[in-house]
Nanobody, 126 residues
């Protein structure tokens, strides 16, 4: 499966952005999806994950209550709605996919994902 993230940009602190991850090549419904972010000089870190069923979700504590992950399997897309953005949210955001047979599985570990998309830059100014 090929993944392409989009929707990044420059926003002021307190603002919102919606990232999209478009999948092609395979049906997205077969994959657990995740969003990760990376700042230069630091390791990539987990942001959010959603199970194949679109119901089971998990978030890093730093974004819980501010970010919402969702998916539209019919459109082969996954989204990350980011609200109340902070300067420390500035990073390159990437989406990732992992095949799993169970629809309620969510994955937080980077090593669990097999497919990665090109990232999109999010910059939050203070």
């Amino acid at each position: 499966v090929q993944l392409q993230a989009s929707g990044g940009g420059l926003v002021q602190a307190g603002g919102s952005l919606r990232l999209s991850c478009a999948a092609s090549g395979r049906a997205l419904r077969d994959y657990v999806m995740g969003w990760f972010r990376q700042v230069p000089g630091k390791e990539r870190e987990f942001v959010a994950t959603v199970g194949r069923n679109g119901i089971n979700k998990d978030y890093d504590d730093s974004v819980r209550g501010r970010f919402i992950i969702s998916r539209d399997n019919a459109k082969n897309n996954v989204y990350l709605q980011m609200n109340s953005l902070r300067p420390e949210d500035t990073a390159v955001y990437s989406c990732a996919a992992a095949w799993r047979s169970h629809s309620n599985v969510v994955l937080k570990e980077i090593g669990s994902y097999n497919y990665w998309g090109q990232g999109t830059q999010v910059t939050v100014s203070s």
